[in-house]
């Protein structure tokens, strides 16, 4: 049974620009309480300023957290963890393949490849330590904002250290990454934990900073985005649903690295060792 948006306590991850902007003003003009996250404080409280001033709603909340670091990741699980409730989590954060960041090998403050920490890794440690309070809170939602771009992690190499390294595909493995560890965890919670976990390709190359710095151009505008990640986040249509992929609105199939269960079971042992000194 979903709830209404206005009794909805929710957490944007990266929405102080984009996609991520985008969506938590819609929550907040729904009557949504919304936890907005950032790694810039002046921005953070810049969109926090600005959504309130454009729905009329005060429950707007900043958190601070740069998501190449993992430390810092865990801080903001604590914080989000120690609230009353969390109904909807929508891991959004992420980098390019290119730029504005550089589009060569780089790692995190933990020594992790950049993309997949910040895109994949950081996601990984928030769900988790939240899955409690979602439980807590259910009916609740997961939603991983993914990408049509995908590729099979490489388990041998999984930071892509020994191999000529792109950023297109770099970019590509956290994605895929992203999709198949909410298959898992939807596998893991089962149907009866009240809380559902879906990710979705929401647009094709959405007029954000990371498009037009990359590409200069946009396909689909930020609204058809922000429509198709709020009826994942909030459709009654969608209750009960999990462990699914969508493009756009229509349900699809990702890679199909994404759907064996010894790779998930691998993504998932490789996530919790690299995030082990966090737990």
Not at 54 to 83: K, M, Y
Not at 179 to 188: G, H, P, V
Not at 225 to 232: A, E, F, K, P, Q
Not at 235 to 258: C, H, I, M, W, Y
């Amino acid at each position: 049974m979903s709830r209404a948006a206005a009794d909805t306590v929710a957490l944007v991850t990266g929405s102080t620009d984009g996609l991520g902007r985008a969506l938590a003003e819609r929550l907040a003009a729904l009557g949504a309480t919304v936890h907005i996250h950032g790694r810039s404080e002046e921005r953070l409280e810049a969109a926090r300023r600005e959504i309130v001033a454009a729905t009329g709603n005060e429950r707007v909340h900043p958190h601070l957290a740069d998501f190449a670091s993992l430390a810092q990741v865990r801080g903001l699980a604590d914080e989000i963890g120690a609230l009353p409730a969390l109904h909807l989590l929508v891991n959004n954060a992420g980098i390019g393949s290119g730029l504005p960041d550089s589009p060569d090998r780089q790692e995190s403050a933990d020594g992790i490849e950049l993309r997949l920490a910040v895109n994949y890794l950081a996601g990984f440690l928030l769900t988790t330590h939240l899955v409690p309070l979602l439980e807590s809170s259910a009916p609740a939602r997961v939603v991983m904002v993914a990408s049509l771009g995908q590729a099979a992690l490489d388990f041998d190499d999984p930071m892509l250290g020994r191999t000529r390294y792109e950023g297109r595909r770099a970019y590509a493995q956290s994605k895929l990454a992203q999709i198949s560890f909410a298959n898992e965890l939807a596998a893991r919670l089962g149907p009866d934990s009240g809380v559902t976990v879906n990710s979705l390709h929401p647009a094709t190359f959405m007029p954000t900073k990371i498009v037009l710095d990359e590409r200069g151009t946009s396909v689909d505008d930020l609204q058809r985005g922000v429509d198709s990640t709020i009826r994942l986040a909030l459709d009654p249509k969608l209750d009960g649903v999990t462990g699914r992929f969508f493009d756009r609105e229509q349900e699809s199939r990702a890679e199909s690295q994404a759907y064996d269960p010894d790779a998930r079971r691998q993504l998932w042992e490789l996530s919790e060792e690299l995030t082990k000194p966090f737990v």
